[in-house]
C-alpha cells in the first residue's frame, strides 16, 4: 500500500506533525486549547496554515519547510556517523489529536559533529512525509532531539509493510495506543533503539518542524535504509490516523547530502 507523489499530492490537506516532551514545552509542542487550532484537513489544513495565526508564517513564507522529496543527494565523506546512546525505559504515550507521540525519560541521546542532543519524545505520521525519489513509504517514525542550546534535531526512519514481520517496539507499544485526548503508561522496559535499521547511513539536510509554527533551522537525518511492520500494525494506526503526513515542501534550492 505504498503511495506515490501524485496521490499524496492529490490529497492537498494532508499535513504532519511534531510535538514535544512535556512539561518544558519546545518548539516542537503542539499548539495548546488557548493557541490557533490547525488540522490535516478543510480550512484549517496545511495549505491555510500561514494564515491561521502570524506566529505560524514560516508554514507559508519559509523557504527551508520539511518534509521535502530526497532525490539527488551529494555523498559528503566528511559527514560523521550518528552516535546512538539510546536506554530502555518506561514511556508516557500521548494522544494529542495529530499523532501518538511516545514521551521517553531522560538519559537517552545522540551525538552529531560533536554536539550531543537529548532525545525528547518520538512520534508517527501515515504515511511517511518525505519521500525518496518520488517513493512515499507506509509509515515514518520521527524521533526528536534538542540540544542544550536550543537546536533541533530529528531522525527519520521509514516503514513499510509486510505481512509476516512485526516491528518489535510498535507490538511493545500498539496494544496501549491511547484515544485522542488521552494517555496512557508503559511501564516496560522500551529501548527506542528497536527503532532504527541495522544499516545507519543516511541523508540529511536543514529543514524545519512539520506542523505549526514550521520552526526552521531543524537538522534532519533520514536514514536510508527501511524496517518493516506487519499489516495488522498498520491498520491499527491507521484507524486512528488515516492521514497525518504534511504535503511535501520545495527545497528552493536546498542541498542534501549524504553519508555514505
Given amino acids: 500500500m505504498r503511495l506515490s507523489i501524485l496521490a499524496v499530492a492529490a490529497v492537498l490537506s494532508v499535513t504532519s506533525i511534531a510535538t514535544a516532551q512535556t512539561p518544558a514545552q519546545t518548539p516542537a509542542q503542539p499548539p495548546s486549547s488557548s493557541e490557533p487550532k490547525w488540522d490535516y484537513v478543510g480550512k484549517y489544513g496545511p495549505v491555510n496554515w500561514g494564515r491561521l495565526d502570524p506566529s505560524y508564517k514560516a508554514c507559508s513564507a519559509g523557504k527551508e519547510q520539511s518534509p521535502i522529496d530526497i532525490r539527488g543527494a551529494h555523498l559528503n565523506k566528511a559527514l560523521q556517523p550518528i552516535e546512538f546512546h539510546y536506554m530502555a525505559g518506561s514511556i508516557t504515550l500521548e494522544n494529542n489529536g495529530h499523532t501518538v507521540v511516545a514521551h521517553v525519560r531522560p538519559g537517552s541521546y545522540i551525538v552529531v559533529d560533536g554536539t550531543r542532543y537529548e532525545l525528547e519524545q518520538f512520534h508517527f505520521h501515515h504515511p511517511a512525509e518525505e519521500a525518496v525519489k518520488g517513493r512515499i513509504s507506509d509509515m515514518v517514525v520521527h524521533l526528536l532531539h534538542k540540544s542544550a542550546d536550543g537546536k533541533l534535531a ?107
Fill in 154 to 260: 530529528v531522525i527519520a526512519v521509514r516503514f513499510n509493510e509486510d505481512r509476516g514481520n512485526p516491528n518489535t517496539v510498535l507490538s511493545a507499544l500498539w496494544p496501549s495506543l491511547p484515544k485522542a485526548g488521552q494517555t496512557t503508561e508503559i511501564k516496560d522496559m522500551i529501548n527506542p533503539g528497536g527503532l532504527l535499521p541495522a544499516d545507519k547511513g543516511y541523508w540529511t539536510y536543514t529543514g524545519s518542524l512539520t506542523v505549526p509554527p514550521c520552526t526552521e533551522g531543524v537538522r534532519w537525518f533520514v536514514f536510508e535504509q527501511e524496517l518493516s511492520l506487519s499489516r495488522n500494525q498498520l491498520r491499527t494506526f491507521g484507524v486512528l490516523f488515516p492521514m497525518n503526513a504534511r504535503p511535501l515542501q520545495d527545497t528552493h534550492g536546498r542541498k542534501v547530502e549524504a553519508n555514505e
